[in-house]
């Protein structure tokens, strides 16, 4: 009997609340907003101050003090969202919710964090014991992983940030794409009369057949460019690019050296307006990009030197073709500087990179020479290549390139590294006159192949 009994109240209860359940009268099926109890905590650090203690190397414990156990809380607001998929664990806060002073990345193994911490949210974030450095040269906070920063766990994710109940509008700063620096890093921003370039015209905003991240350009009217960022995983990445021009708003970003506009959504992007007009071959916007006359070279000692230190000069491209963290760093050995890269330990099969100098331009010339050297160091295989371009636009793979002959490599030094760097020889670029020419390193070996180092410095083009 106390079995039919249980089984009676629960079927009783169930059936009442069916009653209960139907006699309610309300159409309004949307969530309702959850309140939470304001944070009350005291604020006593900010973005910027956390972003000063990291020195430019390895990431930097977050404290108030040497070996203090004082807590830290900053206050800032949400710009990034995770809803569409093109941000990945990751959520990125600036200090304001209009003109912030500062933004920074917080690298985290929880997702679905826009359910919480929506755009505009404001939040408390406790930060000592964690680390303030960069990945691939993105200022962000997470754990101690030497010269990058790795993911904070979920769990201490959530005790660590606070949600308040204020939520604000987010203003971005508008800026031009000249504009574009480290000032504006982890902040969200908004570009003016910008378009897809014409060769684009027709394609989606990522790849339709994989779930590779690609880079999309985004152009001016003046003809200046620069990237944006689509993920492999976001869920408008079939979407047809827009043909015409207009606003385009982003959290800035940079992998390695390369600036990236990554978007919350495809609603970030609002090309309404007519297309920029044409230049006088119809190839759309005119081509104002800067080229360096000769003589030219580059000796790399005026650069930051250390090791996970992009090479950053302006005009040059460094780039990881398969979107690897590693590329071209700038090194200092005995007070010389040199760029230098190597699969060693890359964790990556294939490891291919590019280092591309500006433009030069030997449209008044007959003939020119190209000089650089080269150390090689742990040497098992030829990894480093050299070619000529007269049609790069930034991207590598989309470009033409020539190898250039007859050039001498540092090689065979296998316990260790060249005690000189070796001259390539004179190689004449006398083919090229009357164009404007790119010269391309590329390094291609493997992690679990070729993994020698090789060193690049005092490279020369003179006029003969």
Do not use: H
């Amino acid at each position: 009997m106390k079995n039919i009994n249980k089984i009676f109240t629960v079927s009783f209860l169930f059936l009442a609340g069916l009653v209960v359940t139907s006699c309610v009268q309300d159409d309004d099926f949307n969530t309702p907003e959850v309140t939470y109890e304001e944070p009350n905590v005291d604020v006593n650090t900010t973005i910027s101050s956390v972003k000063e203690m990291f020195g430019g190397f390895n990431s930097v414990k977050i404290e108030a003090g040497d070996d203090s156990d004082q807590a830290l809380y900053l206050e800032a607001y949400v710009v990034s969202s995770d809803k569409s998929g093109n941000f990945y664990k990751t959520i990125v806060i600036q200090d304001s919710p209009e003109s912030p002073a500062a933004g920074i990345s917080i690298s985290t193994e929880a997702t679905d964090t826009y359910l919480t911490y929506d755009v505009g949210r404001k939040i408390y974030f406790r930060v000592d014991g964690l680390y303030v450095g960069q990945y691939a040269g993105l200022p962000t906070i997470g754990t101690d992983e030497g010269a990058d920063v790795g993911r904070i766990g979920a769990d201490e994710f959530y005790e660590r940030i606070l949600r308040s109940n204020d939520k604000v509008e987010m203003i971005p700063t508008v800026i031009s794409i000249a504009d574009i620096s480290t000032q504006y890093l982890n902040t969200l921003v908004q570009f003016e009369d910008v378009q897809f370039p014409e060769g684009l015209l027709g394609q989606s905003f990522g790849n339709v057949d994989d779930t590779f991240s690609v880079n999309r350009d985004i152009e001016n009217c003046e003809g200046e460019t620069t990237v944006m960022r689509i993920s492999g995983f976001s869920d408008f990445k079939n979407m047809v690019l827009p043909e015409g021009s207009g606003s385009l708003t982003s959290v800035l970003s940079v992998f390695n050296t390369t600036y990236q506009l990554t978007l919350r959504d495809e609603n970030d992007v609002n090309f309404d307006g007519e297309r920029c007009e044409e230049d006088g071959d119809g190839d759309g916007p005119v081509d104002t990009t800067g080229t360096v006359s000769l003589p030219y070279s580059e000796d790399f000692q005026a650069e930051t030197a250390g090791v996970g230190v992009p090479l950053n000069i302006d005009g040059w491209v460094n780039v990881n073709i398969n979107g690897g963290e590693r590329v071209f760093d700038i090194r200092d050995f005995d007070g010389n500087k040199y760029t230098q890269t190597s699969a060693f330990n890359a964790d990556e099969n294939p490891y291919e990179v590019w280092l591309v100098t500006p433009g030069v331009d030997l449209t008044t010339i007959s003939s020119a020479t190209l000089s650089f050297g080269t150390k090689d160091g742990y040497y098992n295989g030829e990894a480093l290549k050299t070619y000529v371009s007269t049609d790069f636009t930034g991207d590598p793979e989309a470009a033409t390139w020539e190898e250039l002959t007859g050039v001498n490599y540092s090689t065979g030094n296998a316990d260790g590294y060249a005690d000189n760097f070796l001259p390539s020889g004179d190689i004449d670029l006398s083919a090229y006159a009357g164009q404007v020419v790119y010269i391309g390193f590329e390094y291609a070996g493997g992690s679990s192949s070729v993994t020698t180092t090789y060193q690049i410095d005092n490279l020369s083009i003179t006029e003969n």
